[in-house]
């Protein structure tokens, strides 16, 4: 499917996922003492920060000048919608800091040079850690898919307090809604 950019998608063309029962087990898990590299370029160890934390993960974001990483990307469920989840939570991000959340972070297993030219571009006010050796994934046991040889990151949103996970979204569809549904989460549940 070509769609005239990866921010314009209609979404009633695009298979929904399903809740696998992949997420169910995080709910209450600690966050584990894991470095991450970060667009900023410093590592990252979610655990070691404290208060409201929002992780948004994804497969990946799309590259310029290419629509799909493989020709089949829009019929795999939940595959398609990194680029617009990711600027939904850009363009939210002043009011999710408002409702308590203390940090922001965007998470893949895309390499750190790509995340940070991709963050540049979007002009993203918080960083996007890389799982590209997938030890958070690993570590945390997230769901997954495999793509082209790649392992990645099914789409979920992770609200962590103070080093522990005490709500999750998955699965998320449609995605350029997940950071409005993350935001009045928090309003709901202040900390």
């Not at 898990?29 to 590299?37: D, E």
């Amino acid at each position: 499917m070509n769609q005239r950019s990866l921010n314009e998608v209609d979404w009633s063309k695009i298979p929904a996922p399903v809740d696998d029962g992949a997420a169910a087990h995080l709910v209450g898990k600690s966050i584990p003492p894991i470095a991450l590299r970060a667009t900023d370029d410093t590592m990252l160890t979610l655990s070691a920060l404290p208060g409201r934390i929002v992780v948004f993960a994804y497969p990946r974001t799309g590259e310029p000048g290419k629509i799909a990483l493989v020709d089949d990307w829009d019929t795999i469920p939940g595959a398609r919608g990194c680029t617009p989840q990711t600027c939904a939570f850009r363009d939210l991000f002043a009011d999710l800091k408002g409702a308590g959340a203390s940090h922001v972070f965007g998470l893949s297993t895309q390499d750190n040079t790509y995340q940070t030219e991709m963050a540049s571009r979007l002009h993203l006010p918080f960083p996007v850690l890389s799982d590209e050796k997938l030890e958070l994934t690993r570590a945390l046991r997230l769901p997954t898919m495999d793509v082209a040889g790649l392992t990645l990151i099914k789409r979920l949103t992770l609200v962590v307090d103070d080093g522990r996970i005490t709500h999750v979204f998955y699965p998320v569809f449609p995605p350029d809604q997940n950071a409005s549904e993350v935001l009045a989460w928090l309003k709901e549940n202040p900390v």
